[in-house]
Structures are given as C-alpha cells and as structure tokens.
C-alpha cells in the first residue's frame, strides 16, 4: 500500500491549480442516467470516486467517453460524455457501491426513467453510520414502492412518479440531491423544503434546468420542480472544489508562505474564509483564483462549529483542527454533521498535538510546533489533515493507507511539490 513521505517545515510558494468539486461531479454523472441524450461534462476531476461513478453507470449501460484536459475551454480537468439510450440493468451491486456511498445517487433517476431501480445499502467513509432513510422516505413520499431486502433497496413505481411536498427533517446534501433529480421526470409539482444549499446542488440544479428540467428557487432551502416527460442533452462546466481549495489554503497558512488557487471561487467558501481571516490568514481575489498569504504573525485559534452550508463544512473540520494545533491560544471545534468524525485526533496527538475531545467537541490548545511521525489515514478529509501536520511539522511525516487521498485530490503529492513542499509517494 503506497505511503506518503514528507519532510516538513518548508513554506510553500507557487500556484496550484484547483479542480472541478468532487461533489458536484458525482451527482452531475448520475444526471445523465436521467436522458437518452449524451451529456457533457467538463472540468471533471481524475479521482479514484470518478472512476467508481463511471464503473457503476457503464454497468447500467451507458456509453462513456473520456477525454484528456480541455485547454481550449480553459479547464484543467477532464470531458466526460455520457450517453444512457441503451440501459440493460437497474442494480447497483454491492461491490461497487461499498466503495463509494454517493453511488445512491443513481436511484432517483434511475427509478424516475425507467420506473424501478434496485440499489446496495452503501458503505463509504467509515465516519459514523450515515443512513439513507431520507432518500428513501422521499421516494416513497413520490409515490414509490420500497422494499428493503438483502442489504438492497428495491424501489419500483411502475406508473411514475408523482410530485409532492417533501420536508426533510435534517438537511441532507445527498437526499436533497436524489430527490431533486427524481422530482424532474415526476408528475406535476414537487417542493423539496429544508433542502441542502450547498453549491454543488446549485450546480447540479442549473445542469438540470440545460437538459430541459424545470427548478426554481435554486440557491435556497426550497427547491420547486415542474416535473416534465423527458430531458435531453446539456454541456456543463463542473464547478470548483471548495474544499480542495481552503485545504491548499490552510497548508499555505501553516507552512507560511504565499500560493496561488488558480481557478478557485472565493465566493463558494465565505465560511472558511471567515475563519481564516480570525486566525490571521490573508486570502484575497487574484485574477486566476485566489492567493493566500499568512500576515507577519502568527497564528491564532479561532472556534468553529461545522454545519451545513452556508455554514463551515464538516469536509473542512479535519483540516481546521491541524490549522489550530500550532495556533497561539485555545479552539473549540464543534462537530455537529457526523458523529465519528474526529478520527484524525490520536494521530495528530502523536504528532505532538494536544487536543482533548469531549463527545461531539475538540478543544485543541496550540503548541510550539509538531513534530513528525508515521501515521495512519483513516478517511478521506482526515488524511489530508496529516498531510498538513506533516508539512508544518520537524522532521519527517509517513502518512499510510494514502488510497483514502486518491478519493479527493487529484495530483497531491506533485501540487505540493511544486510549491516547494518536500513530499514523494513511495509504493511497496
Ligand atoms: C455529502 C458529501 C460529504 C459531506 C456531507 C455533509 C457528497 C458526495 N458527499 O455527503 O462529503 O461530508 O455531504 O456536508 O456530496 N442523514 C440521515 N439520513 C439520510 C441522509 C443523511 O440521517 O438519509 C444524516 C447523515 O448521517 C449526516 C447528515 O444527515 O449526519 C448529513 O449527511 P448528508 O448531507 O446526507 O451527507 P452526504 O450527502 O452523504
């Protein structure tokens, strides 16, 4: 299992390119189950995750073609075209999606064109037991019939479904984002209330207006969609990735040093900014993106609760909580979305980082500095939150079980490299 092997305490100084959302790519793919027609995808980003979704569509029948980078549109990610005119099977099995939980994404349109889909219970980041029972109340709400049985859930309605009013009683950015899908191809009208907010909704509801869906309130936690009788091709730009980019931004904040995002939006991320800016961070709009610049002093702790967007991202918690491990005073990090998602503390802790957890709150209290050791990554955001401890710390960091990184960020290791970071992954 490859490893990743840094020598810490070089500032970083450069640029580096941000990719298009993870999480906006996802649901987007699983869009194009929703036409016959072929939709494009550009500034898709080469990661494990993508990979998966891409297996788990060929599997139903849709034809994929991917291309390199798009230099004439300016993106630095990949096209996709997707065409589903010729879907054979409607399981999504097991074995694919343990490995990734968005795969869910696929039964509400699945079940919304075809009028039947049968779907694996999910696995995924192993950061609390994370149920699906929005989703599938939702669907039901629509007028399906499900059935859970051998770890599958197996939803039918043979006649469509029907529109309806749906009041989530928890945000949730995945059921938010299979019902709204599901409720395009839907009778009549659907209202999505408490929906999720998070820009990659935003992203996927403006790609599904292209293919010809009718949603408005785009943007807020009330979503309307006029279900129609078929959507049809579109070409869509994924957008940035939030949560690459405020990482990149905190390991420039902790090594010092001044980056530059390019194709970063500030405007996605004003929560982390926020923060950033209290613990003296400077982040200001560049022509290309943004440029990150620690000020002269040094860093100070700065409390932060995690709720959903526009609140501060639990995708960004992991990292927040190293950032303020060699912050001057004390951090309260309260984390409200996921209930085992401080995995990362024992490692940061044999770093040289003190931090005390108390049910769903850390406080960490800032040392001098941290200083390098081998670690073990235990899920996607917590991994990368030892990449910025060991790129902060003295002497050297083995970070293990990196297969968790492949799933986020793209070309880590040469991003990091190129700024002057002294990191290189090393195979068995
Ligand atoms: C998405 C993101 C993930 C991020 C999370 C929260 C993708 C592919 N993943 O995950 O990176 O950390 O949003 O911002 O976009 N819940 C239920 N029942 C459900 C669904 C969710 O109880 O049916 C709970 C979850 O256990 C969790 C909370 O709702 O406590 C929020 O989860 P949700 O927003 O659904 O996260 P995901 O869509 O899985």
Avoid: W
């Avoid at 049985?149 to 928890?170: H, M």
């Avoid at 019902?179 to 659907?190: D, I």
């Amino acid at each position: 299992m490859d490893r990743i092997r840094i020598r810490g305490g070089r500032p970083l100084n450069g640029r580096i390119a941000i990719g298009g959302a993870k999480n906006a790519a996802l649901p987007l793919m699983a869009a194009g189950l929703l036409t016959d027609e072929t939709l494009c995808l550009r500034n898709l980003p080469d990661l494990a995750d993508i990979h998966t979704m891409l297996q788990l569509l060929s599997q139903h029948g849709v034809a994929v073609e991917l291309n390199g980078g798009d230099p004439a549109g300016g993106a630095t990610g990949r096209v996709v075209r997707l065409r589903a005119d010729d879907i054979h099977n409607l399981t999504a099995p097991y074995d694919i999606v343990r490995k990734m939980r968005a795969s869910v994404l696929v039964l509400g349109p699945l079940l919304a064109r075809f009028g039947q889909a049968t779907v694996s219970l999910p696995g995924g980041c192993a950061i609390g037991t994370r149920p699906v029972d929005l989703h599938i109340k939702g669907l039901a709400r629509l007028g399906a019939e499900i059935d859970l049985d051998d770890g599958y859930i197996r939803a039918r309605a043979p006649k469509g479904l029907t529109g309806a009013v749906i009041r989530f009683p928890l945000v949730s950015v995945g059921a938010t984002e299979n019902l709204l899908m599901a409720a395009t191809l839907a009778r009549g009208e659907t209202v999505l209330e408490n929906a999720a907010r998070e820009p990659e909704i935003g992203d996927l509801a403006a790609c599904l207006n292209a293919m010809g869906a009718r949603i408005t309130g785009i943007g807020t936690d009330m979503l309307r969609v006029t279900g129609v009788d078929r959507l049809h091709g579109a070409d869509h730009g994924v957008l940035p990735d939030r949560i690459e980019t405020a990482t990149y931004a905190m390991a420039a904040a902790m090594t010092g040093g001044s980056v530059e995002l390019t194709g970063a939006d500030m405007g996605l991320m004003e929560a982390a900014v926020g923060v950033l800016s209290e613990a003296g961070v400077s982040l200001a709009a560049s022509e290309h993106g943004l440029t990150v610049t620690r000020n002269g002093a040094g860093l100070s702790g700065v409390d932060v609760t995690t709720q959903p967007y526009p609140g501060f991202p639990t995708d960004l918690q992991a990292q927040v909580m190293t950032l303020m491990t060699v912050a001057d005073g004390a951090a309260m990090i309260t984390e409200t979305i996921f209930e085992n998602r401080f995995m990362h503390v024992p490692e940061l802790a044999r770093m040289g980082a003190d931090i005390q957890v108390k049910g769903p709150v850390a406080m960490v209290r800032g040392v001098a500095g941290l200083s390098g050791a081998p670690v073990m990554a235990t899920d996607l955001r917590a991994s990368v939150s030892l990449i910025l401890a060991g790129l902060a710390a003295e002497g050297e960091t083995t970070v293990n079980r990196v297969y968790h990184l492949d799933r986020g960020y793209a070309d880590l290791v040469s991003k990091l490299a190129g700024c002057g970071a002294e990191i290189e992954r090393i195979g068995d």
